[in-house]
């Protein structure tokens, strides 16, 4: 009887366990989508990533660079004074959106430029990204702002 009973526990607990397991591995599985690594350009530039990832990439909005096509289409470039990267986006920017500004966009990496869904801008004159500011100071581009 003994046996009998510590049987069934050992099979409720590796029961238990695989749930456990396969509930885990299909939560991990259904949020991949949902997580958006930061890249700058010149991590875009030097290992592209497919097509169908969706990531941020963020930087200053190159000088000069900044085109309305019709309708709600823009492009501009985006640099983190190491490489530049096209960006295409439909839509309303920022009020704060701007040609030597800091700027963070969601979207993929298609055909060598960036097809944004949404842009991200600084919302007064002293805010950037942390990401943004920590890949511009990898290229040695950062200025402190004054105060």
Known sequence: MKSLK??????IIALAASALAVSFGLIWYASQDAFQFFRAPSEVIAAPPPSNEVFRIGGLVSEGSLKRGEGAAISFSVTDGGA?????????????FGEGEGMVGTGSYVNGQFVATEILARHDETYMP???????????????PET
Do not use: F, H, M, S
């Open 6 to 11: 510590k049987q069934r526990r050992i099979q």
């Open 84 to 96: 530049t990267v096209p960006v295409v986006y439909t839509g309303i920017l920022p009020d704060l």
């Open 130 to 144: 942390a990401e943004v500011i920590d890949a511009l100071k990898e290229q040695g581009v950062y200025v402190e």
